[in-house]
């Protein structure tokens, strides 16, 4: 069997059952939470203007409403965007220190196994 390290490393991580982040739905949330980060500024912004353009209190405290409620989508995008951004680093990063401890632990007993046809070195 003579299988590159990539090549195992990814039939480790079909064995380990972790979700490809490009299938699913993170993708979804993570694009919904870039949106409302977006769109909350904006919503903010035109509301300020819609705010100092008129003299008409109703008006007016109709204006804060709205540049509350874009800074309240923003936060929420923005915690969206960090989660899910986070989540796929962070899933990655544990089956690439899974692997490398495997292999530390390899080396360690003695019992290195080496999958890309290299004989391991002398000692």
């Known amino acids: 069997m ?4 990539a090549e195992r490393f990814v039939r480790e991580l ?9 299938a699913g739905r993170s993708g979804l949330w993570l694009r919904t939470g870039a949106t409302l980060m ?6 903010a912004v035109l509301a300020y203007f ?3 353009g008129t003299t008409d209190a ?5 204006a804060i409403t709205l540049a ?6 923003s936060v929420v ?4 965007f960090l989660r899910y951004s986070l989540t796929n680093f962070l899933r990655f990063w544990l089956a690439r220190q899974s692997y490398d401890l ?17 004989a391991p070195a002398p000692r």
Do not use: C, F, W
């Open 38 to 43: 977006v769109a909350g500024v904006v919503v």
């Open 102 to 118: 495997d292999e530390l632990g390899n080396r360690v007993l003695g019992a290195e196994i080496r999958y890309d046809g290299v």
């Open 14 to 22: 079909q064995e380990l059952k972790i979700p490809d982040p490009a």
């Open 77 to 80: 995008g923005s915690a969206l």
């Open 2 to 5: 003579t299988e590159s390290r």
């Open 50 to 52: 819609m705010s100092h």
């Open 58 to 62: 109703l008006a007016q405290r109709d």
């Open 68 to 73: 509350l409620g874009g800074v309240a989508a």
